[in-house]
């Protein structure tokens, strides 16, 4: 679906990214962890062509994006962004902007088709009977179904989710997460999704891409990936992994200084 | 919902239009009452009231239905373009350029030479020479830099004013008094060639604007969604720019400064009409028109004989009507801007 090879990218003069290679297959619900800074958003830009590659290249179900239209990646891409600007306008407006990349060339207005695939997203991610609210008037929990929802209606083969639950309570955390793994397993939809909890991802993810200092540090599946010292050398934090004893995925536990000190004396 | 759709808005934009030109037409010192318009106008060109009607007010209509309208389109674009609620068709420096063009062909008497032409050419070509080092300066690496351009218009804006009061303080008085009636703005225009062209290139700008609606529409959430849904942004913005630097260019060119209509209208249809570019350009465009007109019929009778800058009547009752619906929808718990 999506194959990055020796990508190195960055915002003019300065690098971010390095050597990435990266394969995400269709269908795959793939996770993208790192520490603040390391270059994770930079990947997904580089996907929906919003920074161009200095060396390497990416492919978009085996074509070069840079020879792809930004319309038709935007027909095959859809992205859940971290800032969201909140405008006066309804639930309803905004996921319709969603089809702007299927608009022919004289076309102003939405057809019927349209706005039944609008109408079908937000049943789809619950949100059906807010459509004529404001969005500027929403919970951060219903903004963030709305802007998935405008995604789906682009009627993409991938979805690009960047940091979907940050600000989030546990069960809006949970409610997205779920709803993208649902989307995932029913529609189909290959999943790249940039998470900041080690743990969600490990619940969540089939595979891990774990950045440091833009280049890919480590990648495979939770298991592989979530190996505290790993884990220890890129955040420079202690932690203690464990199996979550339900789902058997590695479980993140941090480790204050406090314990840590008592730890070692104790020791 | 305090928002209303285009079956509500539309109609009523084009009320007040209509209203704004009847009351223009039968408003002035000739006294002409409202029910003697139509047969005035059907009995032909015998009687003085005709050609007051014809040849004096509604030259002026016209006029102030390209104007007004071409400002407040320009002011949708590039307020949605830049996502500032603050920009407007005068901040890029455009009429500064215009004034310092039209100073310059008074300095030099250049009016005298092409009576008709001189003032209306030479603020066009002010207003090019700051649309074009502007564009291009911030087109180097082929992407227009939205927050260089601001900064640089809102300077070369600066400079082409101190330069303008540099001709006033050197000028003779006679010429110090048609710069400063030429800055303050007016709807006359002796040339119905002018007035027709920018009537027309108006209204063409309003056709050519809706192939950019749904652009616009995305570009309002900003300019990385904007490339998520599909946008090429560079081309557009590019072309937007082009086409509100055309529009304000003529506005300027041909009436002076007329301030405030570019920024107001734009701010009070998308208090009413909400964000969607398909709504606004058009209702603008409408409403624009109208309050110009309106406005100029109001300068030129409230203290007739003299004739006041319509630019002044713009500002006070366009900023309090502003001032009024920001106040009540701040009291109603409503947000202000809506960018």
Known sequence: ?267 | MNRKGMTVLLPAACIFLASAVVVALASGSAGIPFRRILSIILEGKATPEYSILMDIRLPRIILGFAVGGALSLAGVILQGMFRNPLVEPYTLGISGGAALGAALCIIFKLHYLLPTMALPMSGFLGACLVILPLYFLNMRQSVLRMQGILLTGVMTSFISSSLVVLILAISRTEELHSIVFWIMGSLEEPSWVLILLAAVIAVACLFLSYFFAPVMNALSLGEEEAIHLGIDTERAKKQLFLMASILTGISVSLTGIIGFVGLIVPHFVRIMAGYDHRRLLIISFLTGAGFLIFCDTIARTVIAPIELPVGVITGILGGSVFIYVLSRRLLSGRSGGVL
């Open chain 1, 1 to 267: 679906m999506i194959n990055i090879t020796g990508l190195a990218c960055g915002y003019g003069e300065k690098i971010v990214l390095n050597d990435i290679d990266l394969s995400i297959k269709k269908g795959q619900f793939f996770g993208i962890i790192g520490p603040n800074g390391s270059g994770k958003t930079t990947i997904l830009r580089a996907i929906t062509r919003l920074v161009r590659p200095v060396r390497g290249n990416i492919l978009l179900d085996g074509t070069d994006i840079t020879d792809l239209h930004f319309n038709e990646v935007a027909r095959k891409v859809a992205v859940v962004s971290q800032n969201m600007p909140l405008l006066a306008m309804t639930v309803r407006e905004f996921v319709l902007i969603g089809r702007i990349p299927y608009y022919k060339r004289l076309q102003f207005f939405e057809q019927g088709s349209d706005v039944a695939i609008a109408e079908k997203v937000m049943e789809m991610t619950g949100i059906l009977h807010l459509q004529e609210s404001l969005m500027s008037e929403m919970s951060a929990g219903e903004v963030q179904l709305a802007f998935i929802a405008r995604g789906l209606a682009q009627q993409p083969s991938v979805l690009l989710l960047d940091e979907p639950t940050s600000h989030l309570d546990i069960t809006h955390q949970a409610g997205i997460l779920d709803l993208v793994k649902r989307l995932n397993g029913q529609e189909g939809l290959t999943v790249v999704i940039i998470l900041h909890d080690l743990n969600l991802a490990s619940e969540y993810c089939d595979s891990l891409a774990l950045i440091d200092k833009g280049r890919i540090k480590k990648a495979g599946t939770p298991e592989e990936v979530l190996d505290y010292r790993t884990i220890e050398e890129v955040y420079k934090t202690v932690v203690v992994v464990r199996q979550n004893p339900l789902s058997m995925k590695p479980f993140v536990m941090i480790v204050s200084e406090e314990v840590k000190n008592k730890c070692e004396k104790g020791s």
